[in-house]
């Protein structure tokens, strides 16, 4: 290993134990040893994702199964994936032992050289990532998106790359110690997560890490809990909202038309903002705002709203048969997603929901009832969320997707939207969110097709 900031990060000698696999691990193992890092991988399921892969690797011992002890305490650095609580006994072990706790994005952090925009926030953060990403190669700007969204912040190192679009969960907040975005942004603060964080404050703290971080700051004057974490303002700091007209980025009403403005300065129409519903239009605000930070210019950005319609599993349209909207929001994977899913769309709905709830408190959908015509419930949490929406309107349990969609099609008539927005994480019966919105596409196209 060469000298420069990542012989800073890890020293003379480093061996790097990393514990869990999947893209986050595979990725760090990879890059160290490019570049000649001792390191070992270590994973407590038998077969995890990536493992094949990761045996080829030369030089890297692989151990599966566990967390033994000693294989832990011989690490000079311990880099955990976002998906592993450190609150584990070998992981607590490793650092009172000595270990130095490391994160993939630290590492990232001490690769590159180029600007970074970084992105939080319970709902929107994949779409804005992605929309400032389309914004910046529109301007020309050669560009790399991922991280929590994918792919893996490290396999983003490009020297030929001019800006970085990082996506970050709060568990890779919460292990990050050095990087410096030049503008961060927190969109919202809604329950989340919260079998993994002690309560909602402490959840928003570690959102807010990010702002501590970084140069720029751009932040939600909608949301009381991102405005309590930005604290007073400053002259680095730049505001969105929808219902805020002294936000620095806001939408006003002139000639008829509703607009997306700068300081009362109309610029975009909403009409050219091609994502749909309301919850859109605050991810384009905020989108304009880090490409502001980023010096991307507006004409780029107002033809990146033309053209971008979104990522898969976030809104996005699979069918129209016989007069009914099939919508997958796969991605919905928290109460306050599905709210805004929901928010955005024009009833009567049928909403498919269900899975892990991760302890969140599901009561804020009951105030959605009046658009819901039906709640068809499956997975590990279908008796809470029935408890919650059953007195507001007709619930359905079923045992999974599959019979979900089932009973979708035998309920729904013309003028219906059947919408999978499940409000809870995918993991009782999927390998991970895409999988649950794949097997629903396909469910609807077969029952296309034979139609």
């Not at 790097?16 to 990725?27: F, I, N, R």
């Not at 991988?41 to 892969?53: F, N």
């Not at 976030?314 to 899913?341: F, H």
Request: glycine share 10%; hydrophobic share 45%.
């Amino acid at each position: 290993m060469k000298g420069g900031p990542l012989k800073d990060l890890l020293g003379e000698d480093p061996r790097v134990a990393v514990v869990g696999l999947g893209a986050t691990g595979v990725s760090a193992l990879r890059f160290l040893r490019e570049r000649g890092v001792e390191c070992l991988a270590v994973d407590s399921r038998p077969h995890p994702p990536g493992l094949d892969e990761v045996r080829s690797l030369e030089g890297v011992s692989v151990f599966t199964g566990g967390f033994p002890e000693q294989l832990l305490t011989w690490a000079t650095h311990v880099l955990v994936s976002p998906g592993v609580p450190l609150e584990q006994q070998e992981i607590r072990a490793a650092l009172e032992h000595g270990a130095a706790l490391i994160s993939d994005v630290d590492l990232f952090a001490a690769a590159v050289s180029a600007p970074v925009v970084a992105v939080t926030g319970s709902n929107g953060k994949s779409t804005v990532t992605a929309l400032v990403a389309e914004m910046a190669r529109q301007a020309g700007i050669e560009v790399r998106a991922g991280g929590n969204l994918g792919p893996a912040a490290l396999d983003l190192v490009d020297p030929d790359c001019r800006l970085y679009v990082l996506e970050l969960s709060s568990f890779q907040l919460e292990r990050t110690r050095r990087l410096r975005p030049v503008a961060g942004a927190v969109l919202n603060i809604t329950p989340d997560h919260l079998d993994r964080h002690r309560d909602l404050s402490a959840y928003a703290a570690i959102k807010g890490r990010l702002l501590r971080m970084s140069h720029w700051r751009v932040v939600n004057a909608d949301d009381r809990r991102v405005m309590q974490l930005a604290g007073q303002g400053s002259e680095r700091t730049l505001t969105f909202g929808l219902r805020s007209s002294a936000a620095t980025w806001h939408l006003l009403p002139r000639d008829g038309k509703l607009w997306l403005a700068r300081r009362g300065r109309a610029l975009i129409t909403a009409g050219d903002v091609a994502l749909a519903g309301e919850h859109n239009l605050a991810n384009a605000l905020a989108a304009l705002a880090l490409a502001e930070t980023a010096n991307i210019p507006l004409d780029a950005a107002h033809a990146a709203l033309k053209t971008f319609r979104g990522l898969p599993h976030r809104m996005q349209l699979v069918a129209r048969i016989d007069g009914v909207t099939w919508i997958n929001d796969s991605k919905g994977t928290n109460v306050g997603a599905t709210e805004a899913a929901i928010r955005g769309l024009e009833g009567p709905l049928i909403l498919l929901a269900g899975g892990d709830g991760k302890g969140a408190d599901f009561s804020p959908l009951r105030a959605c009832g009046p658009k819901i015509k039906a709640a068809i419930l499956f997975g590990k949490d279908r008796q809470r969320l029935a408890g919650v929406l059953a007195p507001v309107t007709e619930t359905i349990l079923v045992e999974d997707l599959t019979a979900a969609v089932s009973a979708a099609r035998n309920l729904a008539r013309a003028g219906d939207t059947v919408l999978l927005s499940p409000a809870c994480a995918s993991l009782d019966q999927f390998a991970d969110y895409r999988a649950r919105g794949d097997l629903f596409e396909a469910l609807v196209k077969r029952w296309q097709s034979a139609a």
